[in-house]
């Protein structure tokens, strides 16, 4: 059974930091694209960030230079670290694995910015 499950949501002030964590289970993580999509409420859902099973990343223009997303394969795990937050960057984030036509979802995590 394969499992993707975040964690690290929550509420933060416009200007902190947050660090969102996918743990995976149930499949072969390191040769898994993986993604953080988001979803605003009345928006569509969005594409984050991506890292490739080589470890190469890609950026949505809205989070180049304040989002990093990693990988550890030894843990089966994915991370967003977001800084610089702004209260449009509140949505419920999910994390995402991609490989070979197979794909899956983690259950989404709130992450809301708000003074």
């Known amino acids: 059974q394969v499992q993707l499950v975040e964690s690290g949501g929550g509420e933060v002030q416009p200007g902190g930091s947050l660090r969102l964590s996918c743990a995976a289970s149930g499949i072969i993580f390191r040769r898994y694209y993986m993604n953080w999509y988001r979803q605003a409420p009345g928006k569509q859902r969005e594409l984050v960030a991506t890292?490739?099973?080589?470890?190469?990343?890609n950026y949505a223009d809205s989070v180049k230079g304040r989002f990093t997303i990693s990988r550890d394969n030894a843990k089966n795990t994915v991370y967003l670290q977001m800084n610089s937050l702004k209260p449009e960057d509140t949505a419920v984030y999910y994390c995402?694995?991609?490989?070979?036509?197979?794909?899956?979802w983690g259950q989404g995590i709130q992450v809301t910015v708000s003074s």
């Open positions: 890292v490739t099973s080589g470890g190469n990343t």
């Open positions: 995402n694995a991609v490989w070979a036509g197979d794909t899956y």
